[in-house]
């Protein structure tokens, strides 16, 4: 009896301790699956979200984007195209208002070269005289040299002051040209830089766009298995 007893005590023993284990077992899957259910809930979360991130990236609104960038690059390109015609514009105005000063100068360095000519000759005549019979002819002739002397280094003097002022807008002429040629090549340098950059851009946003537009049907389809699983545990548990 004694034994018997001992062995029913035992088994009371036993009994407890599996009723006490399903219990704990029970706690722990109701645990696990509201663990289970959490992540799932905040992986539907995610998957959500990062779908809804790609379908953005992937959208129209992306589209537009890119047509905007490639519009902007139209219009830099456009600027550079014109700003250079524009350019070359001033810069053969000015040329040309350039070669009309050179030649004034080449028709003012002759006018003086007859201005000396003409003094030479008439410094000659005086030397040479003219023959005449009459003091007051003789007066006469000496006031028409001093006179003709007096025009011609007045001219000469307006032909040197012409040439100095011919010569000094030349030169800020010249300066004017290599000033808008500096200024242009500046310019053109940073058009270039920006229509790099936007080039780059657009590069980048096209493979970005198709490499979205490729990858979301498998973001879908994992999203969808990884739903599956977690729904096939849940139910199993």
């Known amino acids: 009896?004694?034994?018997?007893?001992?062995?029913?005590?035992?088994?009371?023993?036993?009994?407890?301790?599996?009723?006490?284990?399903?219990?704990?077992?029970?706690?722990?899957?109701?645990?696990?699956?509201?663990?289970?259910?959490?992540?799932?809930?905040?992986?539907?979360?995610?998957?959500?979200?990062?779908?809804?991130?790609?379908?953005?990236?992937?959208?129209?609104?992306?589209?537009?984007?890119?047509?905007?960038?490639?519009?902007?690059?139209?219009?830099?390109?456009?600027?550079?195209?014109?700003?250079?015609?524009?350019?070359?514009?001033?810069?053969?105005?000015?040329?040309?208002?350039?070669?009309?000063?050179?030649?004034?100068?080449?028709?003012?360095?002759?006018?003086?070269?007859n201005l000396l000519t003409l003094k030479f000759l008439l410094a000659n005549l005086k030397i040479t005289g003219i023959e005449s019979h009459s003091d007051e002819v003789t007066e006469e002739k000496d006031e028409l040299f001093i006179e003709f002397n007096r025009l011609v280094n007045k001219s000469k003097l307006a032909e040197l002051e012409l040439a100095k002022s011919l010569h000094g807008n030349m030169k800020l002429l010249r300066e004017g040209v290599d000033r808008v040629k500096k200024n242009m090549r500046n310019a053109n340098q940073q058009i270039g830089i920006a229509i790099d950059i936007i080039n780059e851009s657009i590069q980048i946003f096209s493979e970005k766009q198709q490499d979205l537009s490729l990858n979301i049907p498998k973001l879908q389809e994992n999203n969808a298995k990884l739903r599956d699983s977690i729904d096939s545990i849940i139910t199993n548990l």
């Open 1 to 113: 009896m004694i034994k018997i007893k001992e062995i029913s005590e035992q088994f009371a023993v036993i009994d407890s301790l599996i009723v006490e284990i399903l219990n704990c077992a029970a706690e722990d899957f109701l645990g696990l699956n509201e663990r289970f259910k959490e992540a799932y809930s905040k992986s539907t979360s995610i998957s959500a979200n990062a779908e809804e991130v790609f379908a953005v990236y992937a959208s129209s609104y992306t589209s537009e984007s890119l047509l905007n960038l490639r519009l902007l690059l139209k219009k830099f390109s456009q600027a550079k195209k014109e700003t250079n015609k524009y350019a070359d514009s001033i810069v053969k105005s000015i040329d040309e208002v350039y070669d009309i000063l050179d030649s004034i100068d080449l028709h003012s360095k002759n006018i003086n070269q």
